[in-house]
T-cell receptor, first 116, second 113 residues
Framework: GAGVSQSPRYKVAKRGQDVALRCDPI?????LFWYQQALGQGPEFLTY????????KSGLPSDRFFAERPEGSVSTLKIQRTQQEDSAVYLC??????????????FGSGTQLSVL | DQQVKQNSPSLSVQEGRISILNCDYT??????FLWYKKYPAEGPTFLIS?????DKNEDGRFTVFLNKSAKHLSLHIVPSQPGDSAVYFC????????????FGKGTKLSVIP
C-alpha cells in the first residue's frame, strides 16, 4: 500500500475485554515499531520488530501487552484484560532499513483505544 | 521523569512571521534529534533532524539549532504559513541508527492568516 495502514481506526472496549490492533506496514519495510500515545503526551516506544523477530519489547507496560509479526509483514498488538489506563492512541510505524534510522520512520494514523 | 521537554503546549504566530519552537533534554547520552509534525487524525511525519556533531541544519523554510551545552534545541520556521499549523514533536535518540525514540509532549502551532 501507499502508507502504513492501521485498523480499526477507533476501538471502544469494556474493562477486562481483550483487544487486537492491526498494522499493515509499507510493503518491503524491514522494521516495524509500536508506540503508545496517551492524551496530551508524546508517543512512547512499546516494541520493535526486524522482519519477524521481536528485537526489543522493553516498552510494553505489562505482560497483558503482546505483539507479533509472524511473517515479517503485518503486525498485531494484543492487549488482554484491558484497563482504563490502556486508553490511548496506538501508533504503528515502519522503516525500510533494519538498523533503525529514525528519520525514515513512516507512521500510520493510529488506533484510538477507549476503555470504559 | 521526562527526558525530552517541550514547555510550550501551544504557540500562535502571524502568517509570514517566524515560528520558534523550543525543546530541552536532560539525558546527556542523546546525540541525535528529530522534529516530527502531526496533523489531526494523522500519524507524525518526519520533518528535520540534527546530529550532535552539528549545531545547525537547514531544509528550506525549516532550520533546527542545537546547543549541546544548554541541552536545548529549537526549530525555526520562516516564513510561517497556515499549512504549518500542526502539533510539532521533538524527539531524541542515542545514535542516529537507534530505533528507540524519546518524544516530548508536543507544541501546537497555529499560524494565523
Amino acid at each position: 500500500g501507499a502508507g502504513v495502514s492501521q485498523s480499526p481506526r477507533y476501538k471502544v472496549a469494556k474493562r477486562g475485554q481483550d483487544v487486537a490492533l492491526r498494522c499493515d506496514p509499507i510493503s518491503g519495510h524491514v522494521s516495524l515499531f509500536w508506540y503508545q500515545q496517551a492524551l496530551g503526551q508524546g508517543p512512547e516506544f512499546l516494541t520493535y520488530f526486524q522482519n519477524e523477530a521481536q528485537l526489543d519489547k522493553s516498552g510494553l507496560p505489562s505482560d497483558r501487552f503482546f505483539a507479533e509479526r509472524p511473517e515479517g509483514s503485518v503486525s498485531t498488538l494484543k492487549i488482554q484484560r484491558t484497563q482504563q489506563e490502556d486508553s490511548a492512541v496506538y501508533l504503528c510505524a515502519s522503516s525500510p532499513s533494519g538498523g533503525g534510522t529514525n528519520e525514515k520512520l513512516f507512521f500510520g494514523s493510529g488506533t484510538q483505544l477507549s476503555v470504559l | 521523569d521526562q527526558q525530552v521537554k517541550q514547555n510550550s503546549p501551544s504557540l500562535s504566530v502571524q502568517e509570514g512571521r517566524i515560528s520558534i519552537l523550543n525543546c530541552d533534554y536532560t539525558n546527556s547520552m542523546f546525540d541525535y534529534f528529530l522534529w516530527y509534525k502531526k496533523y489531526p487524525a494523522e500519524g507524525p511525519t518526519f520533518l528535520i533532524s540534527i546530529s550532535s556533531i552539528k549545531d545547525k541544519n537547514e531544509d528550506g523554510r525549516f532550520t533546527v539549532f542545537l546547543n549541546k551545552s544548554a541541552k536545548h534545541l529549537s526549530l525555526h520556521i520562516v516564513p510561517s504559513q497556515p499549512g504549518d499549523s500542526a502539533v510539532y514533536f521533538c524527539a531524541a535518540s542515542v545514535g542516529a541508527g537507534s530505533y528507540q525514540l524519546t518524544f516530548g509532549k508536543g507544541t501546537k502551532l497555529s499560524v494565523i492568516p
